[in-house]
């Protein structure tokens, strides 16, 4: 079955700084999601990667997708507190028609002022 | 994309009874999806709803610990039963995804086995 590996597992960042999560897949990827979860609550949907080399930015994040590698990084420029919260990558398997996530072990994101 | 609406919440349960979490969406989805996440941990998929047919369970996930009833496109429960405080869990569901916007996950129910 598939794995994937976050690092770090918790971050402690001071605002307005740059950081990098990375989550790295034990199986070829077939795409990767990002999402944000705020403590005991819901998913926040960030961004979907559907093929290698892809690159996607929103506000100021940046996410990217290393088919190759099996990695997917995920950039936040100038943190704000609004980012704190955990991380979760999600990767479909490839069964056609049955796409289900399995998901990253999360990196919790904490915003120091 | 979709819109989900969870309940309940949160619930704080005695052990050896059931709870049922509901998942309402706005719009008609083929699947629906439900998610454990225990503390500090990592989300899990339970099992895969599909209106019209038996729910298929990941490994380590049985029927009769986790009825799923998806009686129409817009809706899914999940039975967590007989319940100890293992089960203590954020419980999620979640449905396939639409465009670009990814698989869209409802609010969570957090529960509490006393």
């Known amino acids: 079955s598939q794995e994937l590996e976050q690092s770090p597992q918790s971050l402690i960042v001071q605002e307005g700084k740059n950081l990098t999560i990375n989550c790295t897949s034990s199986?070829?990827?077939?795409?990767l999601y990002w999402y944000k979860q705020k403590y005991g609550e819901g998913l926040i949907f960030l961004m979907m990667?559907?093929?290698?080399?892809e690159e996607k930015s929103h506000e100021k994040i940046t996410a990217k997708l290393d088919e190759k590698k099996q990695q997917s990084s995920l950039h936040i420029t100038a943190s704000q507190p609004s980012h704190a919260g955990t991380y979760l990558c999600?990767?479909?398997?490839?069964?056609?028609?049955?796409?289900?996530?399995?998901f990253g072990t999360g990196t919790r994101l904490t915003i120091i002022p | 994309s979709a819109v989900i609406s969870q309940k309940p919440s949160r619930d704080i349960c005695q052990r050896g009874t059931s709870l049922t979490i509901q998942c309402q969406v706005d719009?008609?989805?083929?699947?629906m999806f439900w998610y454990r996440q225990q503390p500090g941990q990592s989300l899990t998929l339970i099992a895969t709803?599909?209106?019209?047919?038996?729910?298929?369970?990941e490994s380590g996930f049985v029927i009769d610990k986790f009825p799923i009833s998806r009686p129409n496109l817009t809706f899914s429960t999940l039975t967590v039963s007989n319940m100890s405080p293992e089960d203590s869990s954020i419980y999620l569901c979640?449905?396939?995804?639409?465009?670009?916007?990814?698989?869209?996950f409802g609010s969570g129910t957090r529960l509490t086995v006393v």
């Open positions: 979640s449905v396939d995804r639409t465009d670009s916007y990814g698989y869209t």
């Open positions: 709803a599909n209106q019209g047919s038996e729910a298929t369970y």
């Open positions: 990667l559907q093929k290698g080399g």
């Open positions: 719009s008609q989805v083929t699947m």
């Open positions: 999600g990767a479909p398997s490839p069964n056609f028609g049955n796409e289900k996530l399995t």
């Open positions: 199986k070829t990827l077939y795409g």
